[in-house]
């Protein structure tokens, strides 16, 4: 494809050349360069966009690359076998490569044009314009397709308006996002209070792009966050789970935590968790800071992450709050326990959709900190077999590194795993309370006298 078909229709675009630029084809998924040419190829331009090119810029690794192109969504799955259109809000094709997902978007038109003769047509007509905005400004649908010029204006951030193209290797700025991106700065496109009202997550994206890239917000990009905070709870429950796992799953959720306590939309995602921190002692908060620095530790070196895990170190000040209404620790009943743990949780689902496996393994967690503590041969080995074991030996050990006073018990049930039975019945049998078994008395035969 030559370059005055690839760079047709561009007006606002700055031009970065191939020498004045960083960004190789080493630093790009072969899959992903494998899409890019063969729309390319089948005379459609085809861009990589949006955080692969950012990340690139900063010296990073991307993790995802996204593309973007005139191509219909119908038009790219004709062209890729192993591609599927997903999505009614938002039509995208993933383009799949083993386990690696190439994003393929068409590039976005502005709306305005439908908005101004929405007076004049029917609800089924603007239906089929698939396009829509609720009365307070919330894109419902979103597939009017443009040209390029008009897609890097519907963008969200500066730093993710950039374009780099296999036509002569290079990168278009549409909206100074590399000037932001030398100057460190989250900037929203447009009219931030517009195009927050348009979709509220993206107040959470501007957070997670904070902490995770470690920018500054823009100071009116930041403005109007708290004031429309209260915008997401017209977003459903359960992509406020899945945008609250984007927010401390992406490696930075130590950072994103802070930002979350200090703006309102945090009250909208974790509300439980930050009434409880206000009031919780010192060792709480430290399980929760540890808990995330955990949580950014596994990633870093490749491995999973559960969500059961991380709310039940998120909800465990919210437990604890609770567990004090019963009065001192030893003497509270399972049924009082079981009690504050499912109110616990049920406050949590008030702000965010929890998957049912999720929750039953949270408690199961907090359940097993019980059982820890009874050190006696028939429960030992029964928790030693327990699947969810390993997950609550692992919960005890930060509540120990998080300073409460546990009497050395993770460091036991850290030797007895590394012993052999003979070694593992030695040390139950120094610890498990010795009882003397009361003789029953025989009673005497009614109705006979000595």
Not at 124 to 147: C, E, F, W
Not at 195 to 204: A, F, H, I, K
Not at 232 to 240: E, G, H, K, N, V
Request: charged letters at 30%.
């Amino acid at each position: 494809m030559n370059s005055v078909t690839a760079l047709e229709g561009i007006e606002k675009a700055r031009i970065i050349e191939r020498d004045q630029h960083p960004v190789s084809r080493k630093n790009i998924s072969p899959n992903a360069l494998k899409v890019l040419y063969r729309l390319s190829d089948n005379g459609f331009a085809a861009f990589l966009v949006g955080g692969g090119v950012r990340d690139v810029l900063l010296g990073k690794q991307p993790k995802d690359f996204d593309i973007a192109t005139d191509a219909t969504p119908e038009q790219v799955r004709e062209l890729f076998r192993n591609a599927r259109i997903i999505g009614r809000r938002f039509k995208i094709v993933h383009i799949r490569y083993g386990r690696e997902i190439i994003e393929t978007t068409t590039f976005r038109a502005h709306h305005e044009q439908v908005n101004e003769i929405q007076d004049n047509v029917s609800r089924r007509q603007i239906t089929a314009m698939d396009s829509a905005h609720s009365t307070g400004g919330m894109i419902l649908r979103d597939n009017v397709y443009g040209n390029i010029d008009e897609d890097a204006m519907r963008r969200d951030f500066t730093v993710n308006a950039l374009y780099y193209t296999t036509d002569g290797f290079r990168i278009l700025d549409f909206c100074n996002g590399l000037q932001d991106l030398e100057a460190r700065k989250l900037r929203m496109i447009g009219d931030p209070e517009a195009r927050y009202r348009e979709d509220p997550v993206r107040m959470l994206r501007a957070i997670r792009f904070a902490a995770k890239l470690e920018f500054t917000i823009e100071e009116k990009t930041e403005a109007p966050i708290d004031e429309l905070a209260p915008l997401l709870s017209s977003i459903s429950p359960a992509r406020l789970f899945d945008e609250t796992l984007k927010l401390l799953c992406n490696g930075h959720a130590r950072a994103t935590f802070t930002l979350l306590c200090k703006y309102r939309v945090g009250e909208f995602l974790l509300t439980p968790t930050i009434e409880a921190l206000d009031a919780a002692d010192e060792i709480s908060l430290r399980l929760v800071e540890l808990a995330l620095d955990n949580t950014d530790d596994r990633l870093a070196q490749g491995k999973s992450v559960t969500p059961a895990f991380l709310f039940a170190a998120l909800l465990w000040p919210v437990l604890q709050l609770k567990l004090q209404r019963f009065g001192n620790a030893e003497q509270i009943s399972p049924q009082q326990y079981h009690q504050a743990a499912n109110d616990s949780i049920m406050e949590q689902l008030q702000c965010t959709a929890i998957p049912k496996r999720f929750t039953i393994a949270s408690r199961e967690i907090w359940d097993l900190q019980r059982r820890l503590q009874r050190r006696n041969k028939r429960n030992v080995f029964s928790l030693l077999n327990h699947p969810r074991f390993r997950a609550a030996y692992d919960f005890l050990l930060l509540r120990e590194e998080a300073g409460e006073d546990l009497q050395d018990l993770g460091a036991w049930w850290t030797d007895i795993q590394k012993s052999d039975t003979n070694q593992q019945n030695a040390m139950i049998a120094a610890v498990e309370p010795t009882t003397k078994r009361r003789r029953r008395r025989r009673k005497k035969p009614s109705g006979k006298s000595e």
